[in-house]
């Protein structure tokens, strides 16, 4: 199937989807990213974030996994291609006013290349939330940000890797199978994959870093209504195939169908999921 959840690029191959970029990362700010918040805590704490950690966030969304590092004391540096989602990222990390996030903040557009300023420390924690092992592909994008990143952290530094947990105990699975029925015909660009047990490990052995660890921690998604549901679940991008072999209208239909077992009578919608991530260090 983070941080997702996860906001995934398209192969260059794929349609671009029809979409409002604008509020699709105004979704992910307001409903999707949050759901991860659990996974992050966990990382953190057992990697023991604080002031002496310097931390490069790939693909790193609107910012909220750098704020909580941030408010522990960590040095953060947030790349992401998305100049919607940096843009929601730099209201909450580089606000005009008021009191900033304890430690260094720096927001870069584009690659991890571009993070790279001459004489600044090694970092010493790289972190890719962005759950893997949703779409076809998703793998090999996370190896070109890894081959990128890795150069400019210290020697033995934590790399952190995120994946969906085994599909019988994320319940949204069924929920992101609309994606693979809607997208048939771009099957092999984009398109939903159920996860696979090795996919953090089969990144990690490519992009040359040791396993040191592993977790699972629950982080079950839950929405104040379906409507909220349907526009998270799709600024994760995992729905952009299926946009954009059918429509949008055609997906929200889809989905609110498929979101029907997990609304509860009060109209809130549950889902139980489990991510599980992969502490690997660099050589």
Not at 47 to 52: E, M, P, Q, R, Y
Request: glycine share 8%.
């Amino acid at each position: 199937m983070t941080p997702t959840l996860v906001r995934q690029h398209l192969p260059r191959a794929a349609a671009a989807p029809r979409v409002d970029l604008r509020a699709r990362a105004r979704d992910w700010s307001e409903i999707q990213e949050r759901m991860l918040v659990p996974l992050y805590e966990a990382v953190y704490e057992r990697l023991d974030v604080g002031s002496a950690t310097r931390l490069l966030g790939l693909d790193c969304g609107s910012g909220l996994a750098l704020l909580m590092a941030a408010a522990r004391g960590a040095a953060v540096t947030g790349v992401d291609a998305s100049l919607e989602r940096m843009t929601l990222a730099r209201e909450r990390l580089l606000p005009e006013a008021g009191t900033r996030p304890r430690g260094d903040t720096r927001l870069v557009d584009g690659s991890p290349r571009d993070s790279a300023e001459p004489g600044t420390p090694a970092y010493t924690l790289v972190t890719a939330f962005e759950p893997i092992g949703c779409l076809a592909g998703d793998s090999e994008g996370l190896g070109e940000l890894l081959a990128e990143a890795t150069p400019l952290a210290a020697r033995g530094a934590a790399v952190v890797l995120v994946g969906w947990g085994p599909p019988e105990r994320c319940a949204t699975t069924s929920v992101l199978r609309v994606a693979t029925k809607l997208a048939e015909p771009l099957r092999n660009s984009g398109s939903w994959r159920p996860a696979l047990r090795d996919d953090l490990e089969d990144v990690a052995q490519r992009a040359g870093l040791r396993p040191d660890g592993s977790g699972r921690v629950a982080c079950p998604f839950g929405y104040a209504d379906a409507d909220s549901a349907v526009r998270g679940l799709r600024s994760t991008g995992l729905f952009d195939a299926a946009i954009a072999a059918t429509d949008q209208v055609q997906v929200d239909k889809e989905l609110a169908e498929a979101l029907h077992p997990h609304q509860r009578q009060d109209g809130t919608v549950w889902m139980p999921n489990v991510f599980r991530y992969l502490i690997a260090r660099t050589p």
